[in-house]
């Protein structure tokens, strides 16, 4: 009976607990609905990749856009004579005598002779300012080079200035040519020089002009907003400041309360007026823009406002100041070979969208590089002077050597010191030192200073190699001890990640063949570790190249010319090389820091593809 009992009893708790068994629902419904929430899932994942890889490719490809100009720089010809009185008038061909002969005053005349027309101290030191300062290191070099060229009128192809070389980039305005149509004259009328021509060529550029004009009002209506509400404002400030004052003087204030009581009104008065008087003369402007195009026909004077519009006939050059449908007022820039009649089709009239204000090469120079680029002395190189010179302030003569230098060296230093010491510290730490909390407490550390940000690492050097070992500021070798105190968690985590990594068998099977725990490591364990050691050493590195706050904090931020020639010597680095140009107003900079910026990641690319090769070439699976 008992055991009919317990027989029963163990039925029913078996038929319990079959039916509190759930079994899974594998009806196709829910199959089908499984497969579209995985197929949901891989469709979210692609388009996450596809979305990164789109953000990047237009962050890449903005920034090659940017730094092609870099790798090109405009050349001018020009035709140096070369009189031996002037370089070596004892003709020895001493290279110290040739050396110090004035090459620029050479370079000046040169440029005066190209151009006799320009006359003036002004027009003439804006004619120097075409060619860049290094012209006359690079005519000294030519002579030193070949002293048989003294005596001639040598052709030399020097620098064009920065502002010439953005210029004919397009890079400081858009240019535009309008065709024509009719027959051109020139005609001098009381010493005023005008074109007509046979056909309304002028008539669409007058158009222009009016539309110009009226976006010109606009952008002036928005200032004139602005200016109201800076008005009301004024107005307040002055309310409250007459109240103020009118409160001291009931209540018998002191005489110094008073008087700056006094001060603030008249600071009121004055901000008021003042914005009164600006918004009186901006509305004056617009409704003079307003008037000009609104008005049908007649002629309309060219402003500094509007862009620039020359005609290009006979070989000349001449500035429009005045355009009406069928003529022009000019003013001769290059002035034509002949008066002759140009025929249809053989003078255009070009223009530079820039506003002359606006832009950092007037017409008058512009016109001179016209000129230039007429006679085919001008072109386009590549900048190999931008890999082989250092930093300047000209950014024409900059060049990444000096930092590029600078980075090798301050590697070279973060390897030496981070490298052995990371590895051996992984070797202790993994294989032989004992399991305590003082242990614990360092891989906690250890772990803790892998995140700490990297300008820390920089005031620890500043406070400790520069404030108190008085080592040298700017230096590879104190911005290789700070990279190297940052490097080293990374080296120390990865090294003992590789060291694990190899398997235990190794080890036992070395000791059970008698070897020492020492010769385990160094004979066995050490060697199959080392591609994931480089491996992490290669990526710490990578880390390191692109660091900038900590090498800020110990004055790797000078501007440095020389290239650095040993780890002692003042120096500056690609990643505040590129902060440095990025800080700098000049337009050429621009270009400057995005060509080092592709720089500094290809050096990135290549390390981090050298770890990968390594890790792949050396690696085992066990």
């Not at 968690?489 to 008698?514: D, F, N």
Request: charge should be negative; hydrophobic fraction near 45%; aromatic fraction near 6%.
């Amino acid at each position: 009976m008992t055991d009919a009992a317990l027989t029963n009893g163990s039925r029913g708790q078996a038929a319990g607990t079959s039916a509190a068994l759930r079994r899974p629902d594998l009806s196709e419904a829910r199959l089908k609905k499984r497969y579209r929430s995985e197929r949901r899932f891989q469709v979210f994942g692609a388009l996450a990749i596809c979305i990164a890889a789109a953000v990047l490719l237009i962050l890449v490809g903005r920034i090659v856009t940017e730094a092609l100009p870099a790798f090109s720089q405009n050349y001018i010809e020009l035709q140096v004579e070369l009189p031996r009185e002037e370089i070596d008038p004892e003709g020895t061909n001493d290279p110290a005598v040739l050396a110090r002969a004035s090459y620029g005053s050479l370079i000046n005349d040169a440029l005066y002779e190209r151009f006799p027309n320009v006359e003036g101290r002004r027009d003439r030191r804006a004619l120097r300012q075409l060619v860049s300062s290094e012209a006359s290191e690079t005519l000294r070099d030519a002579v030193l080079a070949d002293p048989s060229i003294i005596g001639t009128t040598y052709s030399v192809w020097v620098k064009s200035s920065a502002d010439v070389d953005v210029y004919r980039k397009g890079l400081m305005s858009d240019f535009t040519t309008h065709s024509t149509n009719g027959i051109a004259s020139i005609i001098e009328v009381d010493g005023t020089t005008r074109v007509l021509s046979t056909s309304n060529d002028f008539a669409e550029i007058l158009e222009s002009i009016k539309q110009e004009l009226s976006n010109l009002a606009a952008n002036l209506q928005r200032t004139v907003t602005r200016l109201d509400r800076g008005v009301e404002a004024a107005r307040d400030q002055l309310a409250a400041a007459s109240k103020t004052l009118a409160d001291g003087q009931a209540s018998g204030a002191a005489e110094d309360v008073i008087s700056r009581l006094q001060n603030s009104v008249a600071q009121a008065e004055a901000s008021l007026a003042s914005l009164h008087e600006r918004r009186s003369r901006i509305k004056t402007q617009i409704d003079d823009y307003e008037a000009r195009s609104a008005r049908v026909g007649g002629a309309e004077p060219l402003t500094e406002q509007l862009p620039s519009y020359f005609v290009e006939m006979n070989g000349g050059l001449l500035k429009i100041v005045d355009i009406g449908n069928t003529e022009a007022t000019v003013v001769p820039l290059i002035p034509p070979r002949s008066d002759a009649d140009a025929q249809a089709g053989t003078w255009d009239i070009f223009e530079i969208n820039t506003p002359e204000t606006q832009r950092r090469l007037p017409d008058r120079e512009a016109a001179w590089v016209w000129s230039l680029e007429q006679s085919d002395q001008v072109e386009s190189r590549f900048n190999i002077s931008f890999f082989t010179d250092g930093n300047s302030r000209e950014p024409e003569q900059a060049g990444i050597w000096g930092a590029v230098v600078g980075s090798f060296l301050t590697l070279v230093i973060t390897l030496a010191l981070s490298f052995p010491i990371g590895v051996l510290a992984a070797v202790y730490l993994e294989e032989f030192a004992p399991k305590n909390r003082w242990t614990d407490l360092i891989e906690v550390n250890i772990n803790n200073l892998a995140a700490v940000p990297s300008i820390v690492f920089g005031l620890l050097g500043l406070a400790v190699f520069l404030n108190f070992f008085e080592l040298p500021r700017s230096a590879p070798m104190v911005g290789g001890m700070v990279l190297a105190l940052m490097t080293l968690p990374t080296i120390i985590i990865a090294s003992r990640a590789a060291l694990k990594a190899v398997p235990p068998s190794i080890r036992e099977a070395a000791l059970g063949m008698g070897a020492s725990k020492l010769q385990v490591m160094t004979h066995h364990v050490l060697p199959l570790a080392m591609p994931g050691i480089l491996t992490g050493t290669i990526i710490g590195m990578a880390q390191a190249l692109g660091e900038t706050a900590p090498l800020l904090m110990i004055g790797m931020v000078a501007f440095v010319v020389d290239i650095p020639g040993g780890f002692t010597d003042p120096a500056s680095v690609l990643p505040v090389q590129i902060f440095m140009w990025a800080d700098l107003p000049e337009r050429a900079f621009v270009a400057k820091t995005s060509a080092a910026i592709l720089v500094l990641l290809g050096f990135l690319v290549m390390m981090n593809a050298l770890a990968v090769l390594l890790r792949k070439r050396f690696e085992r699976r066990w």
